[in-house]
């Protein structure tokens, strides 16, 4: 990028950023997509695992919305939807493991994210490690 | 005809993965030929969707159809959001976000093969 010196408003966008916000879209057109079709057609079947997908799918779009909006409360809000995430994907991909009756039908983070190439275990440590980096006052420090 | 199509879209992806890596160690942004392999990947997924929309319509297994559907159209909006955003981005990063959007074609290939084939009916 060109313009590194940009408002920090657009920094969480730049860059790597930009590359986040794509694959966190993706990832919230996915879930999305994922806890629409299972709410729809048996909400009954995994009510536990479809409200999951159902948060998840909040997480995603809540994350690529302020990574796109930047800003100190952009910056703040979406280090709270990671770190939500973060813990989510490792609680539900160890509960899938251990309490198997609890999900009887599979979430966007089961098995640690295996359905989708874990990359919903990787994405929360870059979503940190890239909000780390553009942290207010380390951008105007390089 | 959705039979073969995964095949020919998951090698036509493994090509273009290939040429992506390369420029990639190379620490070069999207070349040329990446786009072109981008856009040949691109009409393959536009014909798989018209393809297995017909190929739906005509079946009488019991294939999840809504599944079945949005999973063409996510997959033939893939190469023009990856190259959008790749070209935004005129580095290495510009590269790695191709790379995920052709990767992520290939997964969703694999899910609907999967979609298709373990429906019987």
Same mark, same amino acid.
């Given at each position: 990028?060109?313009?590194?010196?940009?408002?920090?408003?657009?920094?969480?966008?730049?860059?790597?950023?930009?590359?986040?916000?794509?694959?966190?879209?993706?990832?919230?057109?996915?879930?999305?997509?994922?806890?629409?079709?299972?709410?729809?057609?048996?909400?009954?079947?995994?009510?536990?695992?479809?409200?999951?997908?159902?948060?998840?799918?909040?997480?995603?779009?809540?994350?690529?919305?302020?990574?796109?909006?930047?800003?100190?409360?952009?910056?703040?809000?979406?280090?709270?939807?990671?770190?939500?995430?973060?813990?989510?994907?490792?609680?539900?991909?160890?509960?899938?493991?251990?309490?198997?009756?609890?999900?009887?039908?599979?979430?966007?983070?089961?098995?640690?994210?295996?359905?989708?190439?874990?990359?919903?275990?990787?994405?929360?440590?870059?979503?940190?490690?890239?909000?780390?980096?553009?942290?207010?006052?380390?951008?105007?420090?390089? | 005809?959705?039979?073969?199509?995964?095949?020919?879209?998951?090698?036509?992806?493994?090509?273009?993965?290939?040429?992506?890596?390369?420029?990639?160690?190379?620490?070069?942004?999207?070349?040329? &030929?990446?786009?072109?392999? @981008?856009?040949?990947?691109?009409?393959?997924?536009?014909?798989? @969707?018209?393809?297995?929309?017909?190929?739906?319509?005509?079946?009488?297994?019991?294939?999840?159809?809504?599944?079945?559907? &949005?999973? @063409?159209?996510?997959?033939?909006?893939?190469?023009?959001?990856? #190259?959008?955003? &790749?070209? #935004?981005?005129?580095?290495?990063?510009?590269?790695?976000?191709?790379?995920?959007?052709?990767? &992520?074609? #290939?997964?969703?290939?694999?899910?609907?093969?999967?979609?298709?084939?373990?429906?019987?009916?």
């Amino acid at each position: 990028m060109a313009d590194r010196t940009a408002a920090r408003g657009n920094a969480l966008a730049e860059g790597w950023g930009r590359a986040l916000v794509f694959v966190y879209g993706l990832f919230a057109v996915a879930a999305t997509g994922r806890s629409a079709v299972q709410l729809g057609m048996e909400p009954e079947k995994a009510t536990l695992a479809y409200s999951l997908s159902l948060v998840a799918a909040v997480l995603y779009l809540v994350a690529t919305t302020c990574l796109l909006l930047g800003g100190r409360t952009g910056w703040r809000v979406a280090g709270i939807a990671v770190t939500i995430e973060l813990l989510g994907v490792l609680s539900v991909g160890a509960l899938s493991y251990l309490a198997t009756d609890l999900f009887p039908d599979r979430t966007v983070w089961s098995h640690f994210g295996q359905g989708y190439g874990f990359l919903p275990l990787v994405l929360p440590f870059a979503g940190l490690a890239w909000l780390r980096h553009t942290r207010p006052g380390a951008v105007a420090a390089n | 005809m959705t039979g073969w199509s995964y095949g020919v879209i998951l090698a036509i992806a493994g090509v273009v993965a290939v040429l992506l890596v390369v420029d990639l160690v190379r620490d070069r942004a999207a070349q040329d &030929s990446h786009f072109i392999g @981008l856009g040949v990947l691109q009409v393959a997924v536009l014909v798989q @969707l018209v393809g297995g929309a017909v190929a739906l319509a005509r079946t009488d297994r019991d294939v999840e159809g809504t599944v079945f559907v &949005s999973y @063409l159209v996510t997959v033939a909006l893939l190469p023009v959001a990856g #190259a959008l955003f &790749s070209l #935004a981005e005129r580095s290495r990063v510009g590269t790695t976000i191709l790379l995920l959007a052709v990767a &992520s074609v #290939a997964g969703l290939e694999l899910r609907l093969w999967d979609v298709w084939g373990t429906a019987r009916g």
